[in-house]
């Protein structure tokens, strides 16, 4: 079973960086793809962005150019760089687990907790 747990969530004024990180623990970390996943008040939770096991990285229209997703094997942490914030990024994010990822939510689990990213203008 995995558990991941994200942190690095905060405030931060339009144009900022915040790094976002989610730790795994349990399986084989290598095995899976994490995603990286958001949701802001009263929308639906929405994909940001995914990588492989093997680096291979996937981002939404929405945030390429401006996010960056690593992966530490060693540390067994996926990062999400964020830059060049904008206050339509406020949302809490979320990072989950899937052996066969799509952009929806329904092929993901091991749900994190959620970190609050709150973007100023």
């Known amino acids: 079973q995995v558990q991941l747990d994200e942190s690095g969530g905060g405030l931060v004024q339009a144009g900022g960086s915040l790094r976002l990180s989610c730790a795994a623990s349990?399986?084989?970390?290598?095995?899976?793809?994490v995603g990286w996943f958001r949701q802001a008040p009263g929308k639906e939770r929405e994909f940001v962005g995914a990588?492989?096991?093997?680096?291979?990285?996937y981002s939404a229209d929405s945030v390429k150019g401006r996010f960056t997703i690593s992966r530490d094997h060693a540390k067994k942490t996926v990062y999400l760089q964020m830059n060049s914030l904008k206050p339509e990024d406020t949302a809490v994010y979320y990072c989950?687990?899937?052996?066969?990822?799509?952009?929806?939510?329904?092929?993901?689990?091991?749900w994190g907790q959620g970190t609050q990213v709150t973007v100023s203008s």
């Open positions: 989950a687990a899937s052996f066969s990822p799509t952009p929806y939510t329904s092929t993901w689990g091991s």
């Open positions: 349990g399986r084989t970390f290598s095995s899976y793809t």
């Open positions: 990588i492989s096991g093997t680096g291979n990285t």
